[in-house]
């Protein structure tokens, strides 16, 4: 099972894999025949340096090609008024009395220290496609669950979100 990825995040990681290998690339396989052209292989530092940041970006072009590959397509259109992709919103925590905002984004924009909550996380499942002023429950495991409250939902047009490099 791939990621859960919107058209947005297919075409930005199209965009990187055709950057990848159309300037990346060339840049490090010239960096790798300048290197070699030093002499004694053995001893060279620049060539290995240069054969490992080569294979770097091959690693990153197989791993983009193979999540697109493997992804299951999310739309992010959802009402004006319910929580979807894209879409801050502000909870309040209950058992915390305390007040958050987080972004909605796909497993692959999601960095909860930044802001952006993953629909595949349990706050994510939990308020999708709800409105403001539900009170929902968010169930971390058969434990640990709690309640938050919808308080705002706005569209971010902000997409720029990097996708997440490994």
């Given amino acids: ?66 999540m697109i590959k493997n992804a299951n397509i999310v739309s992010d259109e959802s009402e004006d008024d319910e929580v979807g992709i894209n879409k801050v919103v502000e909870l309040y925590f209950e058992e915390d009395d305390e007040t958050e905002r987080f972004k909605i984004t796909t497993s692959v924009r999601g960095n909860s220290l930044g802001g952006n909550i993953s629909i595949e996380s ?14 929902v429950l968010v169930s971390v495991n058969e434990n640990v669950s709690y309640y938050v409250v919808i308080k705002s939902i706005e569209v971010d047009s902000d997409e720029d979100d990097a996708i997440r490099s490994f």
Avoid: C, W
Wanted: charged share 40%; no cysteine; aromatic share 6%.
């Fill in 1 to 66: 099972m791939g990621d859960n990825l919107t058209e947005n995040d297919i075409k930005k990681i199209q965009e990187e894999i055709n950057y990848r290998k159309l300037v990346v690339r060339p840049e490090a396989i010239e960096a790798v025949k300048e290197a070699r052209a030093q002499g004694d292989l053995s001893e060279n530092f620049e060539y290995y340096a240069a054969k490992r940041d080569k294979n770097k970006n091959e690693s990153r072009i197989r791993y983009l090609e193979r």
């Fill in 122 to 135: 349990p706050i994510g499942k939990a308020v999708m496609g709800h409105k403001v002023g539900d009170r």
